[in-house]
């Protein structure tokens, strides 16, 4: 019986239906670590995360196994153990579980229980529920396999316990939210090993897969809850935990603890991953944007450059006769700040070409929002021309407070393959702007200093589409507008709730009834970057068709 292991943690990202290239990373990582005793991957490590209905596809469960079986053969010369997150299927059901590979074998295969059901996760409309598993031995160690969820809940951990694991080893598939490391560590892996007094090595993948992101984060708890391990966010990791046995069980040595991204580093980054990813696995060349001299479209465009280098980022600025010199100056300097190119098209040409082809049909009617509308609709087939001409993907620029109400042109400036700031409000795109021209993310690959001119934070928002035009001319100021969607989206708050809060209620009943009526813009808005708990489309679903109201 073994009295020390050395578990190797190797957080890395994964390709959602890329089996193969899944499988030869893992036995790249395992072929690395020679001198280690088992090498643990995230979950689903093998399918890709979260897989959605690719798992109904039988052409998928069958490329699993044949590569669960190829990585299992690995396992025969020298090196690791390895412990693989894939799907399993037995007597017509599908699982999402854990094999133990070893010695060219699959030694044991453990399902996850506790299977999520709310917000981007639907897995129990793809996966029956396991048993509550046994504890598998290892070289005489009884190892709990807790997968995912089941760490989120005590049920599962203290059955393993009493079962008679002396570790938990649990992989995870845990996207980022905002304060979600935290809640991770200091309260579900906490709690969970207070509760049985075991240690907990917690590993969780890296990198973007469509809306979500997934931050990595993962770390090893000894069994008092002291933190042994902190391995960093959003990068990949593979790093060995040393593991002694001795009078009170199974102890790890203290490793490196890095330190986890500050707020709003951390959201930086998450935009980063999400575009960076979203481009290069679907083969873009790179990605061009509306450069409008406004707020939204210059923070896009810096998180662009930094997800993807200036050289693959293509600015348009697009002039009406509304367009501020201010605007066209400010788009000009931020263009000069982060190294990008900017062409200018003026729209005007097209402007009087809808003006004269539809004079005849609108003689009665007065100028209003549709003439606002069609200098929207302009930019976005000007856009999406390039687009289709040179292969750059179109990235919208449309924020959380704007989607919210629908302050926003279907077909317009909503048009595009992608959007960073779709789960942003407008109040963090200001926090972001003001700390990314004082700090240079870790992962970007942009410039050092400043990405866009001071006057583009401070200057009054507006989307320049008739004379004098302001935000505020529609909307309540972001500072009250931004709580007031906070808690009906995030809270699920009703209009007396918030104005107990202190909300005008003439003021709630107008935004609620115009977030509810801008459904059918949103579900056909491009996919962004999940922030926080209740993102449009994955988190929030509503019915387009919807009589309810709060009042």
């Not at 943690?9 to 088992?38: E, F, W, Y």
């Not at 700031?421 to 690959?445: I, Q």
Request: charged share 25%; glycine share 10%; hydrophobic share 40%.
């Amino acid at each position: 019986m073994t009295e020390k292991l050395t578990i190797t943690m190797a957080q890395l990202t994964q390709s959602v239906g890329d089996l193969r290239g899944n499988a030869d990373a893992m036995i790249a990582a395992h072929g690395a670590k020679p001198d280690s005793d088992l090498i643990v991957f995230p979950e689903l490590q093998l399918i890709g995360y979260p897989p959605e209905d690719l798992v109904l596809k039988p052409a998928v469960w069958e490329r699993a196994e044949a590569e669960l079986q190829r990585l299992a053969a690995a396992t025969a010369g020298p090196g690791p153990a390895m412990l693989v997150g894939s799907i399993f299927r037995e007597d017509g059901n599908l699982y999402n579980g854990v094999a133990l590979l070893d010695g060219g074998h699959i030694k044991d295969v453990r399902y996850k229980v506790e299977l999520p059901n709310y917000g981007t996760f639907d897995e129990k409309r793809l996966f029956s529920s396991g048993p509550l598993p046994e504890p598998i031995d290892y070289r005489g160690c009884k190892i709990g396999l807790p997968i995912c969820e089941d760490v989120w809940f005590p049920e599962v951990c203290q059955h393993l316990k009493d079962r008679g694991a002396e570790m938990f080893i649990a992989v995870h598939g845990s996207p980022y939210e905002i304060e979600k490391d935290d809640k991770r560590l200091g309260q579900v892996a906490t709690q969970r090993v207070r509760e049985t007094g075991l240690p907990l090595l917690f590993l969780n993948r890296v990198g973007g897969q469509d809306e979500i992101v997934f931050d990595g984060a993962s770390f090893v708890l000894k069994g008092d809850a002291s933190v042994m391990h902190q391995l960093p966010d959003w990068d990949e990791a593979i790093v060995d935990t040393h593991w002694t046995k001795g009078e009170a069980g199974w102890t790890c040595e203290q490793g490196e603890l890095h330190r986890l991204d500050d707020h709003p580093a951390d959201i930086y980054n998450a935009m980063i991953v999400g575009l960076r990813d979203y481009v290069n696995r679907n083969h873009f060349p790179g990605v061009l944007l509306g450069l409008s001299g406004g707020i939204d479209s210059a923070l896009s465009a810096a998180v662009a450059v930094d997800a993807l280098g200036a050289e693959r980022v293509w600015c348009i600025m697009m002039p009406s006769r509304f367009t501020s010199q201010e605007s066209l100056d400010d788009a000009k300097g931020c263009a000069e700040m982060l190294g990008t190119v900017l062409d200018t098209i003026p729209i005007m040409p097209a402007v009087e070409g809808f003006d004269a082809m539809l004079e005849d049909s609108f003689a009665d009617r007065n100028v209003d929002i549709t003439e606002e509308n069609i200098q929207s609709r302009i930019r976005g087939v000007t856009l999406m021309a390039l687009s289709n001409k040179f292969g750059h993907m179109l990235l919208t620029t449309g924020n959380k407070s704007e989607m919210s109400v629908g302050y926003a042109t279907i077909y317009g400036d909503m048009a595009g393959g992608y959007s960073v700031l779709k789960d942003a409000y407008k109040l963090t795109v200001f926090k972001l702007s003001e700390w990314r021209n004082r700090n240079k993310p870790s992962l970007g690959m942009g410039p050092d200093g400043p990405v866009m001119p001071q006057t583009v934070i401070t200057k009054p928002p507006s989307a320049e589409l008739r004379e004098d035009q302001k935000d505020s001319d529609s909307l309540p100021d972001y500072e009250v507008l931004d709580p007031l969607l906070h808690g009906l989206i995030e809270e699920e708050l009703s209009v007396s709730d918030l104005v107990a809060r202190g909300f005008d209620r003439e003021t709630v009943i107008r935004i609620e009834r115009l977030l509810y009526i801008a459904e059918y813009k949103r579900r056909q808005a491009p996919p962004g970057v999940k922030l926080g708990t209740r993102n449009f489309g994955r988190d929030r679903r509503y019915p387009i068709t919807n009589a309810f109201r709060t009042v």
